[in-house]
Nanobody, 119 residues
Framework: QVQLVESGGGLVQPGGSLRLSCAAS????????MGWYRQAPGKERELVAG???????DYADSVKGRFTISGDNAKNTVFLQMNSLKPEDTAIYYC?????????????WGQGTQVTVSS
């Protein structure tokens, strides 16, 4: 089976930084895209940043200039460098990957990692 394992979440002060990582493992033929979503209490899950196999990236307007997504193709791992964190960034961050394990690509989700930005 395919598993996505996230790490790097925690409690930081406003203005601080965190680096999230997500490693995909299992029966993987190829990965079309990976991304980070977040969900705060009472809010809808939203796309934070995404990266496709070509290396192209996209970001939510709220994090542009502060967050950077990158990947290590050899390790099937994606990172999210988060700088200048704000309290409004507080949420559970979920890794998502569009993975080809057989004939079709399917979306997989990690278990989520909590990011809390507070004094």
């Amino acid at each position: 089976q395919v598993q996505l394992v996230e790490s790097g979440g925690g409690l930081v002060q406003p203005g601080g930084s965190l680096r999230l990582s997500c490693a995909a493992s299992g029966s993987i033929f190829s990965i079309n895209a990976m991304g980070w979503y977040r969900q705060a209490p009472g809010k809808e899950r939203e796309l934070v940043a995404g990266i496709i196999s070509s290396g192209n990236t996209d970001y939510a307007d709220s994090v542009k200039g502060r967050f950077t997504i990158s990947g290590d193709n050899a390790k099937n791992t994606v990172f999210l460098q988060m700088n200048s964190l704000k309290p409004e960034d507080t949420a559970i961050y979920y890794c998502n990957a569009n993975i080809h394990t057989g004939l079709r690509y399917k979306n997989y989700w990690g278990q989520g990692t909590q990011v809390t930005v507070s004094s």
